[in-house]
């Protein structure tokens, strides 16, 4: 059993991939709250997706993908905000534009790529085995600048989610907060974009945090079980992806939607489970 | 015994001068002038959509004046604002315990990057406590009554030590008791000199608990003792043809906004 366990990790390569997958399920799970409670899943989904072109000009001219990544969600993110600033345009509209377009201008230039398929299965869906040691040292950098981010803003961050009314009067910009979340949420789909890929960070993004809001009742409290969650994700994912010969990617992303399934099954007062048997309860009631 | 007070500072006096603003494309406020004294305590009665939030908003700095101007009393302007907004404005789902929430009322006095102090939770605590919801601390706000909800927001704003109170219809759809207890709130708040504008539909209560009330429809109609404001023909200037008139007795035929979610 405890060789079933480490085995895996005998090897260099695992010995990265489960450390830069951690990293992610942590990173994605935490900010993920945020992105639950503030309703910025389709947002945190078009930024993933928008990061292609900027990947795709790095791979093409031989420099960093991370950073090439980090370029475009960061244009992009701006570029929402000021496509939906003069509010002739609604936000939603905004992100659905500019997401498809930069999608589909990512497309274009990785199909001129020569090995167009497999190339573009890895950024879309994630290649954890592949991650590099330099790669790695630039993850858990990342890594470290958003949960500091987190921690060290965090009444900023709640008043501005909770009551934007109250943030302006006590000086804390709403505007300010929402950039300084979208350029972590821009980091966060950097550093998955080896682990899960473009196409299922969105699903790290929420999993865990909607998991964690079924079970706990205080923002704190959120964000250490979404981090647990996002965390267990990874290793279970990492395992049955080396025994199993899947997709790594999306082993994690099913493993957190396992989790997810589980608690809006089971948690205590909030779960199916619960709510059904407390109606069977209460007709049994009116017609006993 | 209630236990100790937070300590609130005296009140502070401002005056709007021909204040316009625009909402949605629309004029919300109309030349909008009046002067409340440090202190004063005045209801803003007016129909649904009369501008009453959106005069607060503009009072709090929160709304773009498209002109005129709003100007605190006295020298360099310490304006301690405290804002309850309605209940609609509220995601009540959110994972916050009602200490967390009055803790928030700190925030202003702390500024960017700095963390609550053993002081600031005192505070809260005891504004908690003011309004009998300290038991209730701990509790997630998803969890409280609508009636322990509002005393949360009660309760924040006096932790705010504010000098000057916005309260957004916090009479509508609430039960007598939180009724009462933000009636109680107000006497006290009026005892230690703070200024106070509270927006309601309630005639009644607006001429019986407050000195000044401020009728409004967009532009002022009158603003003044209540028994001069409060007139037969001005109340239904205001209220159109939703004012009925029962005997001596003026009725509002328009109940309240939903108050659940």
């Known amino acids: 059993m405890i060789h079933w366990l480490t085995d895996p990790f005998t090897l260099a390569f695992m010995q990265r991939a489960l450390v830069a997958a951690l990293l992610v399920g942590v990173v994605c799970s935490v900010l993920g709250c945020y992105v639950v409670l503030r309703s910025m899943a389709f947002l945190g989904d078009a930024l993933a997706h928008a990061i292609l072109p900027g990947v795709a000009i790095a791979y093409i001219f031989g420099f960093s993908l991370l950073l090439g990544a980090l370029i475009a969600a960061l244009v992009v993110a701006f570029g929402i905000g000021l496509v939906s600033r003069g509010g002739n345009i609604r936000e939603d509209t905004a992100i659905g534009i500019l997401f498809a377009a930069a999608l589909s201008l990512g497309i274009v230039m990785i199909s001129t790529i020569q090995t167009y398929a497999t190339d573009l299965t890895h950024i879309l869906f994630g290649d954890v085995l592949g991650v590099g040691p330099h790669d790695l040292e630039l993850t858990a950098g990342l890594a470290v600048v958003v949960l500091a981010t987190v921690l060290l803003l965090y009444k900023e961050f709640l008043v501005v989610s909770f009551d934007p009314l109250l943030a302006r009067i006590s000086g804390v910009s709403p505007g300010l907060v929402r950039a300084v979340m979208l350029v972590l949420l821009a980091l966060t789909i950097v550093i998955s974009l080896q682990t899960v890929g473009v196409g299922l960070v969105a699903a790290m993004l929420v999993t865990p945090a909607a998991t964690a809001s079924l079970l706990t009742k205080r923002l704190p409290a959120m964000m250490a079980v979404s981090a647990v969650v996002g965390a267990l994700s990874s290793l279970i994912g990492l395992f049955a992806s080396y025994y199993l010969n899947v997709a790594s990617g999306a082993a994690i992303v099913l493993a957190a939607t396992a989790f997810f399934v589980l608690a809006f099954i089971l948690a205590p007062r909030r779960g199916l489970l619960w709510r059904g048997a407390r109606g069977l309860l209460a007709s049994s009631a009116q017609h006993g | ?261």
Request: charged share 20%; hydrophobic share 45%; glycine share 10%.
């Open chain 2, 1 to 261: 015994m209630k236990p100790q007070m937070t300590r609130v500072a005296s009140g502070i006096g401002f005056q709007l001068r021909d204040v316009v603003v625009n909402y949605d494309g629309h004029v919300a406020l109309d030349r909008v002038t009046l002067k409340v004294e440090a202190g004063g305590q005045v209801a803003v009665v007016g129909p649904n959509g009369a501008g009453k939030s959106t005069l607060f908003k503009a009072i709090a700095g929160l709304l773009p004046l498209r002109s005129g101007r709003i100007d605190l009393e006295g020298g360099p302007p310490q304006l301690r604002l405290a804002y309850v907004p309605q209940r609609e404005e509220i995601d009540w789902r959110f994972p916050v315990s009602a200490f967390d929430v009055v803790l928030m009322g700190r925030y202003g006095r702390l500024g960017w990057l700095r963390h609550p102090q053993a002081a600031d939770k005192q505070a809260a605590l005891a504004s908690l406590e003011r309004l009998s919801m300290g038991p209730l601390a701990d509790r997630p706000l998803a969890e409280l009554s609508g009636g322990q909800q509002q005393r949360v927001f009660l309760a924040r704003a006096l932790a705010q030590e504010p000098n000057l109170l916005l309260l957004d219809e916090p009479f509508t759809g609430v039960d007598v008791s939180v009724r009462t207890s933000t009636l109680e709130v107000l006497d006290a708040l009026r005892a230690e000199g703070v200024t106070v504008l509270v927006s309601t539909h309630d005639l009644n209560l607006a001429s019986e608990r407050f000195q000044q009330v401020l009728l409004l429809n967009h532009r002022v109609i009158g603003f003044g003792v209540p028994g001069e404001v409060l007139t037969a023909e001005r109340v239904a200037e205001a209220f159109g043809v939703h004012a009925l008139f029962v005997g001596g007795a003026i009725v509002i035929d328009q109940c309240c906004p939903p108050t659940e979610p």
